[in-house]
């Protein structure tokens, strides 16, 4: 059975940074693209990053370009978000999640919510 | 980048309703479209892929039609578990848009 299960969410200032973290199981992680994405409390879905199953190959949205950086472990099957430069704006649940192909999620964790605010 | 673009926003239906919500991409985009179900407080579940191909479990009364610029999903006979908001997905390029969701509610 497929798992993903986020951690790292929490209630930080602006401009601060935070990690978020996914732990996967039930299936060969390093096979797989994974992505990030994120949903602000009451608005639609925002597709924030993807990576390659090797690592090799990094993808984001304009709007988190050179503050966000996503990475993996494999040898851990752990996707990670690092999040710097922290803005209101980036106040969202972010969920892990794990590609069929062509960026199309066929799995998701339940999500961690991320709120930036003074 | 392609924008996505559902309608309606929202829709009131009853059971056993035939329901029908249209995605339309800026570009065409072939039929690399896919659709979602969000039903509160839980996350997205892939419904359909490539525009037509329903995912293993997901109910027949739920299709998926379209090319190139539009898109449709059609529940044939609405049921009450599926009430919930439903998001159309590019997956043709960077960025890996979304619509904006169609909340389909109780009449």
């Known amino acids: 059975e497929v798992q993903l299960l986020e951690s790292g969410g929490g209630l930080v200032q602006p401009g601060v940074s935070l990690t978020l973290s996914c732990a996967a199981s039930?299936?060969?992680?390093?096979?797989?693209?994974m992505s990030w994405v994120r949903q602000a409390p009451g608005k639609g879905l925002e597709w924030v990053s993807g990576?390659?199953?090797?690592?090799?190959?990094?993808y984001y949205a304009d709007s988190v370009r050179g503050r966000f950086t996503i990475s993996r472990d494999n040898s851990k099957n752990t996707l990670y978000l690092r999040m710097d430069s922290l803005r209101a704006a980036d106040t969202a649940i972010y969920f892990c999640?794990?590609?069929?192909?062509?960026?199309?999620?066929?799995?998701w964790g339940q999500g961690t919510m991320v709120t930036v605010s003074s | 980048d392609i924008q996505m673009t559902q309608s309606p926003s929202s829709q009131s239906a009853s059971v056993g309703d035939r329901v029908t919500i249209t995605c339309r991409a800026s570009q065409s985009i072939s039929t690399y479209l896919n659709w979602y179900q969000q039903k509160p407080g839980k996350a997205p579940q892939l419904l359909i892929y490539a525009t037509s191909t329903l995912l293993s479990g997901v109910p027949s009364r739920f299709s998926g039609s379209g090319s190139g610029t539009d898109f449709t999903l059609t529940i044939s006979s609405l049921q009450p578990e599926d009430f919930a908001t439903y998001y159309c997905q590019l997956s043709y390029s960077a960025p890996w848009t979304f619509g904006q969701g169609t909340k389909v509610e109780i009449k």
């Open positions: 999640v794990k590609d069929l192909g062509y960026f199309t999620f066929d799995f």
């Open positions: 990576i390659s199953g090797s690592g090799d190959t990094t």
């Open positions: 039930g299936f060969t992680f390093s096979r797989y693209v």
